[in-house]
């Protein structure tokens, strides 16, 4: 019910699947730290994360500081916040998820 | 193209917000992301209800840190965040002892040499932490 997922860690089979079997269509997630390599089409397991089927039909947020760190362009279709966005998100949504 | 899709209007809704914190700040990025995000939180006019240090959290309480000059020294950095905001900062200590952060009155009591937990944090127990969950808009943790 309408929670805030943080994602800090990178895409491994295991992590998507418990992902997956919790979130919520009406759920909002963000990739943080680790979490943002979620982006990249390399890892086997995941397809570019704002693209991918997985997650289409959720409202997905990267964010900016950890994507500079690790010099992951993002792409077109994906949405990019800084820490203020990141608060926001957290203002607009009553409950979080950290996944860590 | 990539786009700041939040604009935040001001002014803002201040939420009351709780911050648990289970990351060393020598491991991973964890505590850096929360010390980031509570100084933002303030900035942005939001208020923190309470910190509160758990498991390899608590080393960011320590005042015995020392980082190279080309790196931040995190712990010191919370205590001038909380320090400069008045900010309610606590350190669970059953975490905290078996690692050793302690403030004085820990010290004396477990007989040690000296305390190693910054004044601007208390050492305290969940109680606390469940005092501040009842009383908050918003609980992140950081791990």
Same mark, same amino acid.
């Given at each position: ?30 990739? =943080? ?8 089409? @390399? ?21 900016? @500081? ?5 010099? =992951? @362009? ?27 | ?34 010390l980031?995000?509570a100084g933002?939180?303030l ?17 960011n309480?320590?005042n ?8 931040t020294n995190l712990p010191a950095v919370w205590n001038a965040l909380i320090e400069e905001n008045g900010l309610?900062s ?28 910054y004044?601007s944090s ?22």
């Amino acid at each position: 019910m309408h929670s805030l997922h943080i994602i800090a860690k990178a895409p491994t089979a295991t992590s998507l699947a418990d992902l997956l079997a919790v979130i919520d269509e009406s759920d909002v997630l963000i990739f =943080i730290e680790d979490g943002v390599y979620f982006a990249r089409s @390399e890892f086997p397991c995941v397809e570019p994360a704002a693209s991918a089927p997985y997650f289409r039909q959720y409202e997905c947020y990267y964010l900016a @500081e950890d994507l500079a760190a690790r010099g =992951i @362009e993002a792409h077109d279709d994906m949405q990019v916040v800084d820490t203020r966005g990141f608060v926001a998100l957290s203002a607009r949504l009553a409950r979080s998820v950290s996944w860590y | 193209m990539v786009a700041y899709v939040i604009d935040t209007p001001e002014p803002i809704t201040v939420l009351r917000y709780v911050l648990l914190i289970n990351a060393a700040p020598q491991s991973g990025e964890a505590a850096n992301s929360a010390l980031r995000f509570a100084g933002t939180l303030l900035e942005m006019g939001h208020h923190i209800e309470r910190l509160f240090f758990y498991g390899d959290g608590v080393i960011n309480a320590s005042n015995l840190t020392v980082m190279p000059q080309d790196e931040t020294n995190l712990p010191a950095v919370w205590n001038a965040l909380i320090e400069e905001n008045g900010l309610s900062s606590v350190v669970c200590v059953s975490s905290a002892i078996r690692r050793g952060i302690v403030d004085s009155a820990e010290a004396r009591r477990h007989e040690l040499p000296a305390s190693s937990c910054y004044t601007s944090s208390e050492i305290g127990g969940l109680g606390q932490l469940i005092e501040a969950l009842s009383n908050c808009d918003r609980t992140l943790s950081f791990g």
